[in-house]
């Protein structure tokens, strides 16, 4: 949905906002961490190091 462009201004229509509450927001935008990717701010970086990483490449490969 779209609404009218204001009269003699920019003749590009604006989306019409879904809600006008605390929620605001468009339908497709996504909420919290539930997006695509992995958030910028998602952590620390963990590190192993490479006799863990070796441990734990076995145990995987045994299965």
Known sequence: ????????GDPTPTPKPDSTGTNARPRDATIAQTGEGIPDDSGRPVYVDEAEAKRIEKKIRDI
């Open 1 to 8: 949905m779209t609404s009218e462009p204001p009269s003699g």
